[in-house]
């Protein structure tokens, strides 16, 4: 492998010199970390004498002359509030090459992948949240590896930047998506109205048998499975959802009465009133949150996970939303609960995979490293990813890490209920139809 020395690479044009506000949404201490991105690329014959650095970093700084927030850096204000200051100082850019083919990497290709740390380097310093850049990229041949700052944007809009450098390099003179800044569109009401309950910032008081501790310990399986469009009256996520929250919770085997949560992320845009504008690049995502006891999930049927996971998401409303981010701001920004919880992250219909820099779209789109959200006391987030099996075959992959003995009994009980030899009945028939 032969890695070049990082350099920032600034917006094509000058661009203004200003400070800008982040929203009271995105300015929260559990965004204050870096998301690895990692794109995989089939060789183009159609792109043959072209080099794929320079491709690249020419549309990068054209593009960054639309999206210059991104070349800023953070600066923090009044009361630890964060804003950007718009420096044009550019992103980092780091280019790279290595003796390996695509092959190599496997038949289906997905995380955990090799080498990591030399497909996205991790150079010292660029991890801060302050004073350094806010996106560091880092191209191979036919691998396109970043990370980004989520304070400054969700995985939709870094997906909407993404897409946007790819239009330029394929030739076009302009985003199909014009950016919009407006991050005051999710900022607090004046004066905050905390109308809604949020249990996801309750202290659980009691000590709890589901508490990991050593993550060292934690053994990784996946779960690849074909998931087709159509599901009945429940949708692919929420079948999936409540099916491994349920089966996760058997084989961790807490105390009856201990009480187990389910946190995933919702999108916004669409739900708020009116809905956020196209283009809008910032984090616009809400959290779900269902609670019941371990007795509960575990002794009914799957019906009634179902059910929790479709009320957590019928919660989220726009009065629900303007409510919770009254209380982000009113409450200092306090942190969310994640003891007891399983935490989902849906990354499958983002659109990673469908990024196109003239190599047509990835093969392989998606989180970089699968254990980003690692605590003390809960295993790491799993992430729906979308992946394509050595068939050829799209579906959904779902790593999950759990200890030693917990992950014999996950994979015994999902064994058990996709063979239809639980006592689940015809809920097991519901599940093999519907992975």
Request: aromatic share 10%; charged share 20%.
């Amino acid at each position: 492998m032969r890695r070049c020395e990082p350099e920032l690479e600034a917006p094509a044009k000058p661009t203004p010199h200003e400070f800008k506000q982040l929203s009271d949404l995105d300015d929260q201490d559990r965004l204050r970390f870096q998301i690895p991105i990692i794109q995989f690329y089939k060789y183009s014959p159609s792109m043959q004498g072209r080099d794929p650095m320079k491709v690249i970093r020419e549309a990068l700084a054209q593009k960054l002359v639309f999206y210059y927030p991104f070349a800023s850096r953070l600066r923090e204000g009044h009361g630890a509030k964060l804003m950007v200051e718009c420096t044009g100082e550019g992103v980092m850019f780091i280019e790279a090459d290595a003796n390996v083919s695509l092959d190599q990497f496997g038949h289906e290709i997905h995380p955990p992948f090799p080498c990591m740390n030399e497909l996205l380097y991790d150079v010292p310093g660029s991890g801060e949240m302050l004073n350094c850049p806010l996106l560091l990229i880092q191209v191979w041949g036919f691998i396109f590896a970043l990370h980004f700052n989520h304070l400054m944007s969700d995985g939709s809009s870094i997906v909407q930047f993404m897409n946007a450098i790819g239009e330029m390099a394929r030739g076009a003179c302009a985003a199909s998506i014009p950016p919009v800044w407006q991050r005051e569109l999710l900022n607090a009401r004046n004066p905050p109205q905390v109308t809604c309950t949020y249990h996801k910032f309750d202290e659980l008081v009691k000590p709890q048998s589901l508490i990991i501790n050593s993550l060292h310990e934690l053994v990784l399986s996946t779960i690849h499975k074909n998931i087709p469009h159509h599901l009945g009256k429940y949708s692919t996520f929420e079948v999936l959802t409540a099916f491994l929250w349920r089966c996760r919770t058997i084989a961790l085997s807490p105390d009856p009465e201990d009480q187990v949560r389910l946190i995933f992320m919702n999108n916004m845009r669409a739900i708020l009133n009116p809905p956020l504008p196209r283009g809008y690049y910032g984090n616009a995502y809400a959290i779900s949150l269902a609670i019941t006891t371990a007795r509960e999930l575990c002794q009914n049927p799957l019906e009634y996970a179902l059910e929790l996971v479709r009320k957590a998401k019928a919660n989220i409303t726009d009065e629900y939303i303007r409510s919770f981010i009254d209380l982000v701001v009113s409450k200092g920004r306090p942190h969310t609960t994640i003891v007891q919880s399983f935490v989902v992250s849906n990354t499958a219909r983002v659109g990673f995979r469908d990024e196109d820099y003239g190599w047509a779209k990835a093969i392989y789109g998606g989180v970089a490293n699968i254990n980003i959200f690692e605590s003390p006391s809960t295993s790491a987030t799993s992430f729906y990813i979308e992946a394509i099996n050595s068939k050829g075959e799209d579906g959904i992959m779902v790593p999950m890490c759990l200890p030693t003995l917990a992950m014999e009994r996950f994979v015994q009980e999902l064994n058990s209920i996709l063979q239809d030899q639980s006592d689940g009945g015809s809920m097991s028939k519901f599940i093999i139809s519907s992975m």
